[in-house]
């Protein structure tokens, strides 16, 4: 069974547009996160959620939004796409907000175009 | 400097020993972590240690934390081809895991 799930794997969009890339995981895990890779591997936090607390990396845009309709899911909806949002982005998710102990997804390609 | 940083590129022959390095700034990390990228695919946590211990072997794998030093080390012994990835230490915080910027691991027969 796959323990932390992302749709889609590749993403392929023009400038302007709005997407979502979805993340789901079936750990029971509290706490779940959104990192970006771009093209020299470099991996950024984004945002971290439990059913309590919402942390933003500041240096994300606004049009980046973390949804989570339950806990064992956290969508990343982006609003008017840049060039620049081309990059992998992981979902992860750890027991709790204190063990950092986490388990990520295999990534989403969004090519911006 | 980077919070968390790392050599870009390690090279080593196959059945050698690969030792990647990493140095931290925040000293009030209590997790300590090293995960593994291979081409195209997720990340995989490979081990942590927790900040109170200097030491933690599991099979091929020695992690080595100085604490002192905020320097954490990562030793593959007997190196193979499957080895062959991107390897990011990272430390834990209140809001996630902050990255190095990964050390590619070059085996050569």
């Known amino acids: 069974d796959t323990a932390v799930s992302q749709t889609p794997k590749y993403l392929v969009t023009q400038m302007g547009n709005d997407k979502s890339i979805k993340c789901e995981q079936n750990l029971g895990h509290d706490t779940m996160y959104w990192y970006k890779q771009d093209s020299k591997k470099f991996l950024k936090i984004m945002f971290s959620y439990n059913n309590k607390e919402l942390i933003i990396n500041e240096t994300v845009p606004n049009r980046f939004s973390p949804k989570s309709p339950d806990k064992a899911h956290l969508n990343l909806h982006i609003n008017s796409l840049e060039l620049g949002d081309s990059a992998v982005y992981f979902c992860a998710s750890s027991p709790d907000g204190q063990t950092y102990e986490q388990y990520f997804g295999p990534g989403t390609r969004l090519t911006v175009t | ?109």
Not at chain 2, 49 to 71: A, E, G
Request: charged share 20%.
């Open chain 2, 1 to 109: 400097g980077e919070d968390v940083e790392q050599s870009l590129f390690l090279s080593v022959r196959e059945g050698d020993s690969s030792v990647i390095n990493c140095t931290y700034t925040d000293s009030s990390s209590t997790y300590l972590y090293w995960y593994k990228q291979e081409p195209g695919a997720g990340l995989q946590l490979l081990t942590y240690i927790f900040s109170n211990m200097d030491m933690k072997q599991d099979q091929r794998l020695t992690v080595l934390l100085n604490k002192k030093d905020k320097h954490l080390s990562l030793r593959i012994a007997d190196t193979q081809t499957g080895d062959s990835a991107i390897y990011f230490c990272a430390r834990g915080g209140a809001d996630g895991l902050t990255f190095g910027k990964g050390t590619h691991l070059i085996i050569q027969p």
